[in-house]
């Protein structure tokens, strides 16, 4: 089935813990994408790779770190997690054209809590 | 900036076309216009996507005012599973990799 994978789905850590949030996808999409949802104000965009070893920032890359070292995984990465990294992550991707001329597809979500 | 406006909340009932309207009034020749939807609990969906003509596939139908200024989304026969929060993205080609989602329309289907 073709899909986008998020791991973990739930996780709750503490302020300057470093985590990673993995996403895989196994469509052989170039394009893929980290968002965040926060409540009244939508889905923002963190980061995004057009494909391995091309990454740029998104409208909120703040505090994230993101690689693209295989094509199937996109990692998002927490140096130094704070409170208000508390969100809902998401997970996209999209073949060749970044979502403009195909559609994307989207990740179950992780759900982040940072105490 | 979103670069699009929609209504906060419409309802619908079982059954009946349901248009969710967008204004994207400052849209440029090579923007296209995106829908996508969210339903509770799961991660954003493609609906539908088109440039100037009207567009039809088996989820939704297009509708692109000939200016380019505003758009609708048209669920022709509304179902309990369609309640969900709809989104209209201007996607500018000049920018293309970043997508800007808005704050959408929370769609409610009634019996």
């Known amino acids: 089935e073709a899909q986008v994978t998020q791991n973990p789905r739930y996780l709750i850590t503490v302020t300057g813990k470093k985590l990673t949030v993995t996403c895989s996808q196994n469509?052989?999409?170039?394009?893929m994408s980290w968002y965040r949802q926060d409540p009244g104000l939508g889905l923002r965009q963190i980061y995004y790779?057009?494909?391995?070893?091309?990454?740029d920032k998104g409208d909120v890359p703040e505090g994230y770190k993101v690689s693209r070292k295989e094509k199937r995984n996109f990692p998002l990465i927490l140096e130094s997690p704070s409170p208000n990294q508390t969100s809902l992550y998401f997970c996209?991707?999209?073949?060749?054209?970044?979502?403009?001329?195909?559609?994307?597809?989207f990740g179950p979500g992780t759900r982040l809590t940072v105490l | 900036d979103a670069k699009t406006t929609q209504p906060n909340s419409m309802e619908s009932n079982e059954e009946e076309p349901v248009h969710l309207p967008c204004n994207h009034s400052?849209?440029?020749?090579?923007?296209?216009i995106h829908w996508y939807r969210q339903l509770p609990s799961q991660g954003p969906e493609y609906v539908i996507h088109?440039?100037?003509s009207n567009v039809n596939n088996r989820m939704a139908s297009l509708a692109i005012a000939e200016d380019r200024k505003s758009s609708t989304l048209i669920l022709h026969r509304a179902t309990l599973r369609d309640a969900a929060v709809y989104y209209c993205?201007?996607?500018?080609?000049?920018?293309?990799?970043?997508?800007?989602f808005g704050t959408g329309t929370r769609l409610q289907v009634t019996l």
């Open positions: 790779s057009m494909n391995v070893e091309v990454t």
């Open positions: 469509m052989n999409h170039e394009y």
């Open positions: 088109g440039l100037t």
């Open positions: 996209a991707s999209s073949p060749l054209g970044g979502g403009v001329y195909n559609e994307q597809f």
């Open positions: 400052t849209i440029s020749g090579t923007d296209y």
């Open positions: 993205i201007r996607f500018d080609t000049g920018t293309a990799s970043k997508l800007t």
